[in-house]
């Protein structure tokens, strides 16, 4: 199906986009985005053949925001870099890592993205080249969602004004230092992951690696 004709929308494709990301761009309906632009939602339809086309074009919009590497200047820090805006990003939107998920078609549109970050790790000169430089956007990407997912979880707030990780901490007895949850971070020690598996590649692990592919 797509957009049908009629008399020109008084909104664009922006708008519409920041309303989905606002109404959480897991859970949107149409009628919730029209009614947040002051429309009628027959009248998306006139740019959007679908709510799936507008959730992918939300997704791809939220991508120019992480994967804009250009400032970093090796690739160590360029995947410093994806992480912590990805995160941030989150923050903002926390539905985004529950579509990334669950709803894969939704982000083809973002692999062009993806493209350009991979390749300017491999400008920076990443050991493994294009394979390794692929693997770890997949393997940060994918830590510092289910790190997100977790550390929400974590720390939302009860009626009684408590999280479940006082929860834990306060019944775990002598073994809340398990897992560093004693001391946890809000961001779940994310910055730790991301450096283990920094070094893990700076010591020749990872795909396209020659000392990895002999071993």
């Keep these: 199906m797509s957009p049908g004709p009629g008399r020109k929308p008084v909104f664009d494709k922006e708008q519409a986009v920041q309303a989905a990301l606002e109404e959480g761009v897991a859970t949107f309906s149409l009628r919730g985005v029209a009614d947040k632009l002051g429309i009628k939602p027959p009248a998306l339809y006139r740019m959007f053949s679908s709510r799936d086309e507008l959730q992918a074009a939300a997704m791809q919009k939220l991508a120019e925001h992480i994967n804009d590497p250009a400032v970093a200047t090796t690739w160590q820090d360029a995947l410093r870099l994806f992480s912590s805006r990805s995160w ?15 709803k894969p078609e939704a982000i083809i ?14 400008r920076l000169n990443i050991p493994g080249g294009f394979p390794c430089a692929s693997f770890a956007v997949d393997f940060i990407g994918d830590i510092t969602i289910t790190t997100f ?10 009626d009684a004004g408590e999280t479940p990780l006082d929860r834990y901490t306060t019944s775990a007895d002598d073994n809340d230092d398990v897992f560093g949850m004693k001391d946890m971070p809000g961001t779940g020690f994310l910055d730790s992951k991301v450096e283990f598996i920094i070094a893990g590649i700076e010591h020749g692990i990872g795909p396209g690696n020659s000392e990895h592919e002999a071993s």
Excluded at 88 to 102: G, K, N, Q
Excluded at 109 to 122: Q, S
């Design 88 to 102: 941030d990003l989150f923050s903002r939107y926390p539905e985004a890592p529950t579509v990334i998920m669950t």
């Design 109 to 122: 549109g973002v692999l062009p993205g993806f493209r350009r970050l991979i390749d300017r790790l491999v």
């Design 149 to 158: 997912i977790q550390m929400r979880s974590f720390t939302t707030t009860d």
